[in-house]
């Protein structure tokens, strides 16, 4: 079972929006509607950010959003702020036989 | 507080085992399902283990499988991770996490990860 593919890295200015893709199959991101998002910063556990595709659990801002169009779905930051640098996983249900979730390969958010 | 806390980690030899557990508090342990992450140095996460509330099912890494069980003590509110016939690659912080309940593949709280370095 291959990792979602995400961009190596993303980079934004403060204020600015950044979209963070995170592509899989038909087996995964594109058949279901269970895409999650996590920031972790460095030395640090993840931290739920999105779950379902789009929602957000409670206390994450709403600059926070998530879509999802075919086999890819994206996280989107706007008003990019210097404590939104980190790396980004995303992860999917999988009907594999042998996985029960997949993750992506993560992005590092470099806020300039 | 929801706190998970891992312990058990550390320097095991090739072909050796560990057993991780995972402390609970601040919430019914018994009520949700748990996973374990783990994420080598300098790498992405990559999913292990989870098992339902009540520990009567459980899945695997295909990488893990057969190696590895996953187990939980409801009355201690503790969750583990026995694994043997650890190799080079098993080497990375282990996490528990909490399953968020939302869908089932989400995780909403998370331990701050134990070292496994498997190494001669």
């Known amino acids: 079972q291959s990792a979602l593919t995400q961009p190596a890295s993303v980079s934004g200015s403060p204020g600015q929006s950044i979209t963070i893709s995170c592509t899989g199959t038909?087996?995964?991101?594109?058949?279901?509607?269970?895409v999650s998002w996590y920031q972790q910063h460095p030395g640090k556990a993840p931290k739920l950010m999105i779950y379902e595709v789009s929602n957000r659990p409670s206390g994450v801002p709403d600059r926070f959003s998530g879509s999802k169009s075919g086999n890819t779905a994206s996280l989107t930051i706007s008003g990019l702020q210097a404590e939104d640098e980190a790396d980004y996983y995303c992860?999917?249900?999988?009907?594999?036989?042998?996985?029960?979730?997949?993750f992506g390969g993560g992005t590092k958010l470099t806020v300039l | 507080e929801v706190q998970l806390v891992e312990s058990g980690g550390g320097l095991v030899q090739p072909g050796g085992s560990l057993r991780l557990s995972c402390a609970a508090s601040?919430?019914?342990?018994?009520?949700?399902?748990m996973h374990w992450v783990r994420q080598a140095p300098g790498k992405g996460l990559v999913w292990v283990s989870r098992?339902?509330?009540?520990?009567?099912?459980?899945s695997y890494a295909d990488s893990v499988k057969g190696r590895f069980t996953i187990s939980r003590d409801n009355a201690k509110n503790t969750l583990y991770l026995q694994m043997n016939s650890l190799r080079a690659e098993d080497t990375a912080v282990y996490y528990c996490a909490r399953d968020s309940g939302y869908d089932f593949t989400s995780f909403d709280y998370w331990g701050q990860g134990t070292l496994v370095t498997v190494s001669s």
């Open positions: 601040g919430f019914t342990f018994s009520s949700y399902w």
């Open positions: 038909s087996s995964d991101v594109g058949g279901y509607n269970y």
């Open positions: 098992i339902n509330s009540d520990g009567s099912s459980t």
């Open positions: 992860s999917s249900y999988t009907s594999s036989s042998t996985l029960h979730v997949v």
